[in-house]
């Protein structure tokens, strides 16, 4: 059973940055995939970042340029840095990983942009 735990998130005025992290209990170069999603009060939860096994990124158009995934595999942890962040940004993030077996997800970490 995999274990995702995200943190990093918290309170930051707008055009400030944060860094999230997502720490796997076990190796995260096994997964052929792991994302970022975000859930805003109200809506639905979306996808955001993406970074496949093979080291392709692919970002959701209102974070792109803004936002970057990426990962260290000998920490087995994932990250999403984050810069320039918008009101519009506020949401709780969530972490995921992907293999052909199954899907697991993290408990979230709640951003909150705002002055």
């Known amino acids: 059973q995999v274990q995702l735990v995200e943190s990093g998130g918290g309170l930051v005025q707008p055009g400030g940055s944060l860094r999230l992290s997502c720490s796997a209990s076990g190796s995260i170069s096994s997964f052929d995939a792991m994302a970022w999603y975000r859930q805003a009060p109200g809506k639905q939860r979306e996808v955001i970042a993406i970074?496949?096994?093979?080291?392709?990124?692919i970002y959701e158009d209102s974070v792109n340029g803004r936002f970057t995934i990426s990962r260290d595999n000998a920490k087995n942890t994932l990250y999403l840095t984050m810069h320039s962040l918008k009101p519009q940004d506020t949401a709780v993030y969530y972490c995921n990983a992907a293999q052909t077996d199954g899907s697991w997800w993290g408990q979230g970490t709640q951003v909150t942009v705002s002055s």
């Open positions: 970074l496949t096994g093979g080291g392709r990124t």
